[in-house]
């Protein structure tokens, strides 16, 4: 197993925030775009918001324009983002759950309660050559749900397996991490590609990149971050040499 088996997505969502805290055109996300491209990045993810605090619309056209990676456009099942999308036609289309006054998304899209609304709302974005993705919880019944309605891609939401290692409960933190492992391989057992995502840093990276049914991890914050101390290239070449590293070491057995 090459350690390319694993993609990088780097989330360039908060580079936008912090040109938008003082208004004006810097830092330009679509350089961070380039950067991340150069640093060993596999595509890029941006979430276009319902309240645009961060990525604009202006954003996604410069993207599409500029990009020879993949963009992973994170939306809300709404009209106004589906229509977005159609009109584009990205890459990848992830689906979240987005409430205007959540600080980030807090937590996997409720799927199995949704089932035929999701259902008929990402029909025309596969039709249009989007892959779809739905970013849920490691839980089987939002798994399962997801495969009924036509997702090709599942994103498992890993905020809870970093917090619990940020805060020490080291047991929690390995109780969640045991239930991305199941559910990635069940996941996998049913044709679904699987992705996993948020929260995660150069400590926590590495078991879910050990994961052999994940092909793709996305990282923003923690990236963005890094970055004022360290530059954006060599924060994400970091991340990449952590994640090829557990990848070989699997490969190795």
Do not use: W
């Not at 694993?6 to 830092?27: F, S």
């Not at 987005?98 to 949704?114: H, S």
């Amino acid at each position: 197993m090459a350690a390319k088996d694993l993609r990088l997505g780097v989330n360039i969502d908060h580079v936008a925030t912090v040109r938008n805290a003082r208004g004006g055109a810097y830092p330009d996300p679509l350089r961070a775009a380039r950067i991340a491209e150069a640093a060993g990045a596999d595509g890029i993810t941006a979430h276009l918001r319902e309240d645009r605090r961060h990525i604009s619309d202006a954003d996604i056209d410069g993207l599409m324009e500029v990009l020879s990676i993949p963009l992973n456009f994170e939306m809300a099942a709404t009209a106004e983002m589906q229509a977005i999308a159609l009109r584009h036609k990205p890459h990848a289309v992830c689906i979240v759950p987005e409430k205007r006054e959540e600080r980030t998304t807090e937590g996997g899209l409720e799927v199995a309660r949704e089932e035929n609304k999701l259902a008929h709302f990402i029909a025309p974005l596969r039709e249009a050559g989007c892959r779809v993705s739905i970013f849920i919880a490691a839980d089987r019944r939002q798994i399962e749900a997801a495969h009924r309605i036509g997702a090709e891609v599942i994103e498992l939401h890993t905020g809870a397996y970093c917090d619990a290692h940020a805060e020490g409960h080291f047991t929690e933190r390995d109780r969640e991490l045991e239930s991305l492992r199941e559910m990635s391989a069940f996941a996998h057992s049913l044709g679904l590609e699987v992705h996993a995502g948020h929260g995660l840093t150069y400590d926590t990276v590495q078991p879910v990149a050990a994961f052999p049914e994940v092909r793709e991890l996305n990282i923003g914050h923690f990236l963005i971050g890094e970055a004022i101390f360290r530059g954006l290239e060599p924060a994400i070449a970091e991340m990449r040499r952590l994640m090829d590293e557990a990848r070989l070491r699997l490969a190795a057995g």
